[in-house]
Each structure stands twice: as C-alpha cells, then as structure tokens.
C-alpha cells in the first residue's frame, strides 16, 4: 500500500527529494507553491520543508489553514533543532517533525508508524456499524471542542490531550495507567485521583447531565471509555 503525499518546499535547495526518494511507501508529489487550496487536496500526508524560502511565518500560516480543512497527517521537515520553534508548530497542529541531520531510516520509520496508526485509527471509526459517533470535534489550534450545538468550549492542556486520546480509542477502555503516562508521563497507581478529577472537569465541559454521561462512560476499576451511543 502506498499513501498519497505532498511535499511543500523549495526546488534548489531540497533535501526531501534526497530523503524521499527511496521511500516506496509514499506515492509523492512536489510543490513550491504555499497557497494551496487544501479542502480540495486528496492526500494522507502532507509534508512541509522548513527552509529559507518557506519562512518561519508562512508555515505557521500554512499550519493554520491545513488544520482547518485537512484531515490527513501534517509533518514538518526541519535543519535544527528550536525548542521554540518546535513547540509553537506542535500547538498550531503539526503530528510530527524530522530533522535533516538524522539518518534517513529514522525519518522513514516515523512516517510509517504515523501513517499506519492513522490508517488504523481511520479504519476503526469506519467501521463503526451500531451507534452514533459522539458529536465532539477537537480543535488543536486554541484547544477547544465544537459540541453538538455548535458551542465552542476551550480545554486546558491535559482536558485536551485527555478528550484527544479516548476519541483516539472510541469504544476502547483505556486505563488509569495510559492515561497517566500519555498525559503526566506517569504510571504510579497512586496518582489516579488526577484522572478523576481531570475527567470530572472535562464532563462538567462536555456533558449536558453530569449525572447520567453520554459521552465518558466510567470503567471500573479500570479507567474511562469514549462510547458511541
């Protein structure tokens, strides 16, 4: 299986042609052009070449209009490494980032394990055949959920990432233990309270009845569980 891909960068000074050239699973295309229509792009995987020609500002605008109308994996290639930098373009919405100086093994395998895992994450949603998916829709760019309304509701940090992984495992238990080493890169059993307090505050956000959830559904003993409904 190949994934349909694009590459944003600079013809003369590439260096993702020399990266990409040998990866067979990418059935890629190149383009210098910044002002794309992405809600008419057919791809699985864009990638955007952060060199001289594509300013610091153009990508962040580029991240901002792919986050509003793609779906697909949004991958940033980067010369060094800017703490600074690499923060703002994970909270604008980029899934992840290589860097030139590594080998192009490492490269190719991070694409693949994130293709693959957003294959398989699409392909659970899809095959959802009793219930209705719950009508939460993330926002990664302020942090917020659209509700079934249409209300807006702004998350902090961890009821973000928290919403983020249970809809990354709708129908899925996933456990106290998960939970704590996604979201406080912690296991220690006796740090469940955070979860059970971050949890009530997220429904307070999310659900209409605190009392009877339609959404986060509790398993005991276990952990927490998005449910179709």
Do not use: C
């Amino acid at each position: 299986m190949t994934y349909k891909s694009i590459a944003i960068t600079d013809g003369e000074e590439s260096r993702l042609k020399d990266i990409l050239s040998s990866f067979d699973l990418l059935d890629l295309s190149f383009t210098t052009e910044t002002n794309i229509d992405f809600s008419h792009i057919d791809a699985d995987l864009i990638i955007i070449e952060e060199i001289k020609t594509i300013s610091s500002i153009n990508i962040l605008n580029l991240l901002f209009e792919l986050r509003k109308n793609f779906s697909g994996l949004i991958w940033l290639l980067s010369t060094k490494y800017e703490e600074k930098n690499e923060i703002l373009y994970y909270k604008m919405g980029v899934d992840g980032i290589s860097y030139t100086d590594r080998s192009f093994e490492l490269i190719h395998l991070q694409l693949t394990n994130a293709l693959n895992r957003n294959l398989k994450k699409s392909t659970n949603s899809s095959n959802i055949s009793k219930g209705k998916v719950p009508s939460l829709k993330l926002n990664p760019i302020n942090s917020s959920v659209h509700k079934e309304d249409g209300k807006e509701i702004l998350l902090t940090r961890s009821e973000y990432n928290l919403l983020n992984l249970l809809m990354e495992n709708l129908n899925n238990t996933v456990t106290y233990e998960e939970m704590l080493s996604v979201i406080w890169n912690d296991d220690k059993r006796s740090n469940k309270y955070k979860i059970s307090n971050l949890i009530f505050h997220l429904r307070s956000k999310v659900e209409n009845d605190l009392k009877k959830p339609k959404y986060i559904k509790t398993v005991r003993s276990k952990g927490y569980m998005l449910k179709t409904y």
